[in-house]
């Protein structure tokens, strides 16, 4: 019994470290769908695009009120010293 619990913790931290971090998606513009459940899509770049998602199957805009742009700070980069 105790090896099906090892094989199972091997298992799993193999599955674990292998898996990626999703990165949240930030877009400014949310597609309110009617279909049932009402569902609601935040992957929007433009109005437009939005728009064009919800004309054919009804639904509505609106701006991402959890929005938030990144910031466009400049990376530093230290510059390395060689030894020679």
Do not use: K
Not at 31 to 44: D, E, S, V
Request: proline share 4%; aromatic share 10%.
């Amino acid at each position: 019994m105790r090896t099906l619990y090892d094989v199972a913790a091997a298992t799993l931290l193999m599955l674990l470290a292998q898996a990626d971090f999703a990165a949240a998606q930030n877009y400014p513009w949310c597609a309110q769908l009617n279909l049932r459940g009402g569902a609601r899509n935040c992957g929007f770049v433009s109005w437009e695009q939005c728009m064009a998602t919800v004309s054919g199957i009804g639904g509505f805009c609106e701006q991402n009120f959890l929005y938030r742009p990144m910031s466009e700070r400049p990376i530093r980069r230290t510059a390395r010293r060689h030894r020679n």
